[in-house]
């Protein structure tokens, strides 16, 4: 079945049956469209990303199986656990979201390039500025030495990406997102050796779309506006 060509002048466009996603490459679903928030909120509420590169059009994704985090399961190695127990950083929610997102896309060594341009960069603080894209930070001193964003909708984290600038500040920051009380589980979309040692796992499409509709309508804290500061 051919890949769906999404108009950009209508948001409200509905996005294919996720059945219909390519499976070489996995889990692509349409191509074009807008990064409006109207659009993006669309994508996640049907487990559907954004996922594309410098000169390419927007690319939407919704791959099976799904790569997950169970909170309960996250797996804190022995040399985390002494980094958490030392209190190495200070932990914050949404206190630098645009720092975050930035630091996520510098170029990473043996890397190319960025997925995170700059037209995801802008949507993404814009969608953070509508209380829906959220970061969680960890800090050396003053120094934003580690921390991951994505999109919250109810109790379900979208992660998107994550940065270190020391050593297991990303982990340190996962790790918060995995003891907060308002998420349940964690999307991280397709598997990596580095998430996998940190307890994800892949679960069938249909279930994470199950986990999404009972989990992403429920209430609680909200994902989005309220810093917090801890040791």
């Known amino acids: 079945m051919p890949v769906m060509l999404l108009p950009t002048d209508d948001d409200d466009a509905p996005f294919p049956p996720v059945e219909s996603a390519t499976q070489v490459p996995n889990g692509l679903l349409a191509v074009g469209g807008s990064l409006r928030p109207r659009r993006l909120l669309a994508a996640y509420?049907?487990?559907v990303f954004p996922w594309?590169?410098?000169?390419?059009?927007?690319?939407?994704?919704?791959?099976?199986?799904?790569?997950?985090?169970?909170?309960?399961?996250?797996?804190?190695?022995?040399?985390?656990?002494?980094?958490l127990n030392k209190d190495c950083f200070t932990l914050t929610r949404n206190a630098d979201f645009a720092g975050v997102i930035r630091a996520c896309a510098e170029p990473r060594p043996g890397s190319p390039g960025t997925w995170i341009v700059q037209p995801m960069i802008e949507a993404f603080i814009e969608l953070h500025r509508l209380g829906h894209a959220v970061s969680?930070?960890?800090?050396?001193?003053?120094?934003?030495?580690?921390?991951v964003y994505g999109v919250?909708?109810?109790?379900?984290?979208?992660?998107?990406?994550?940065?270190?600038r020391r050593t297991d500040a990303s982990k340190v920051a996962l790790a918060?997102?995995?003891?907060?009380?308002?998420?349940?589980?964690?999307?991280c979309q397709l598997p990596n050796p580095h998430l996998e040692r940190l307890g994800a796992e892949t679960i069938p499409r249909a279930r994470f779309l199950h986990l999404l509709r009972e989990l992403g309508a429920a209430s609680g804290p909200a994902g989005g506006r309220v810093t917090s500061r801890s040791r």
Not at 176 to 187: F, R
């Open 45 to 47: 509420r049907h487990g």
């Open 52 to 83: 594309f590169g410098e000169g390419e059009p927007v690319l939407w994704w919704s791959p099976d199986p799904r790569c997950v985090i169970f909170p309960a399961r996250f797996h804190r190695s022995r040399s985390l656990r002494r980094r």
């Open 136 to 147: 969680f930070e960890a800090w050396a001193g003053d120094e934003l030495a580690g921390g």
């Open 152 to 164: 919250q909708l109810g109790h379900v984290f979208f992660g998107e990406s994550m940065f270190s």
């Open 176 to 187: 918060h997102v995995a003891a907060t009380p308002d998420v349940e589980l964690i999307d």
